[in-house]
T-cell receptor, first 112, second 115 residues
């Protein structure tokens, strides 16, 4: 049973609009969450993270929101650009553990 | 800046063959990990290491061995390849553990096909 789920395998948005990628988790021990971006034939690259003591973290065009009661996080990209087209993975970890648990990924396509 | 280097990039094996996937990093990171990526499954942790001489199992360790004799290198060995091990393998390294505020750097991946 997947502990981190990204229920939308793909998302298509128009350039300049907002992209919202969602992620749900089931393990209440998770207290640190990350988003990675992956282009074809490359390894994932770190995008943004959030600790469970916060409910929002911003970095330029990227904002991650965490709703602990709903066990849900989302990544907002505003404005979306064609270069943002990639697969986005959310990941989670629990304190005192060394493992990252990844979701299945969402393929974002930003159309010019 | 080399970062994390994985070799080979592509490999085809016959069932039952063994091989070693190489991973090297030049950032003096203590933490290194191996993941496999399968469609719809995201990345799953195979083995990880918190420093030279120390390794531990991840989520899907069966059929794989690792060792960490130096800080720089973390090879992944497939003992007897099976078609279920067909996947894309990623090596990652980081300064700190997964739950700390440190970024993990990934290699470009090794696409392995077992026939």
């Amino acid at each position: 049973d997947q502990q981190v789920k990204q229920n939308s395998p793909s998302l298509s948005v128009q350039e300049g609009r907002i992209s919202i990628l969602n992620c749900d988790y089931t393990n209440s021990m998770f207290d640190y969450f990350l988003w990675y971006k992956k282009y074809p034939a490359e390894g994932p690259t770190f995008l943004i993270s959030i600790s469970s003591i916060k409910d929002k973290n911003e970095d330029g065009r990227f904002t991650v929101f965490l709703n602990k009661s709903a066990k849900h996080l989302s990544l907002h990209i505003v404005p979306s650009q064609p270069g943002d087209s990639a697969v986005y993975f959310c990941a989670a970890s629990a304190n005192a553990g060394n493992m990252l648990t990844f979701g299945g990924g969402t393929r974002l396509m930003v159309k010019p | 800046n080399a970062g994390v280097t994985q070799t080979p990039k592509f490999q085809v094996l016959k069932t039952g063959q063994s091989m070693t996937l190489q991973c090297a990093q030049d950032m003096n990171h203590e933490y290194m990990s191996w993941y496999r990526q399968d469609p719809g499954m995201g990345l799953r942790l195979i083995h990880y290491s918190v420093g030279a001489g120390i390794t531990d199992q991840g989520e899907v360790p069966n059929g794989y061995n690792v060792s960490r004799s130096t800080t720089e290198d973390f090879p992944l060995r497939l003992l007897s390849a099976a078609p279920s091990q067909t996947s894309v393998y990623f090596c990652a390294s980081s300064y700190g553990p997964a739950w700390s505020d440190t970024e993990a750097f990934f290699g470009q991946g090794t696409r392995l096909t077992v026939v």
